[in-house]
């Protein structure tokens, strides 16, 4: 059973960092895409962060490129999202997702940062940057 957990939220001031983590369980990171996204209130979820691990691909939305970097742990199993030089406008609440890779149709080490692409969620965890 796939699963994913986030942790690592909080409140933080403009400036600041914060490292989210988000645990896998029930599936091989190896082929599988990785997604990070936020929503905060009254927007859509829009794509922050993707990764490709068998690829080694990575993705970053504008608004984040320069300040957040995705990566995973040695043991193949964690996500982390590395967010420094937080802004009041990266409040939302941040949510991973996967999807598999096979049958996607993507390139060697490509991933995508549509929601839409994705078929397992976390349940997020709150972001607020205060200025």
């Known amino acids: 059973q796939v699963q994913l957990v986030e942790s690592g939220g909080g409140l933080v001031q403009s400036g600041g960092s914060l490292r989210l983590s988000c645990a896998t369980s029930g599936f091989n990171l190896d082929y599988y895409a990785i997604g990070w996204f936020r929503q905060a209130p009254g927007k859509e979820r829009e794509g922050v962060s993707c990764?490709?691990?068998?690829?080694?691909?990575?993705y970053y939305a504008e608004s984040v490129k320069g300040r957040f970097t995705i990566s995973r742990d040695n043991a193949k199993t964690t996500v982390y999202l590395q967010m420094n030089s937080l802004e009041p406008e990266d409040t939302a609440v941040y949510y991973c997702?996967?999807?598999?890779?096979?049958?996607?149709?993507?390139?060697?080490?490509?991933?995508?940062?549509?929601?839409?692409?994705?078929?397992?969620w976390g349940q997020g965890t709150q972001v607020t940057v205060s200025s």
């Open positions: 990764i490709n691990i068998s690829g080694r691909g990575k």
């Open positions: 997702a996967t999807h598999p890779l096979r049958d996607r149709g993507l390139r060697v080490g490509q991933c995508l940062l549509g929601p839409d692409e994705y078929d397992f």
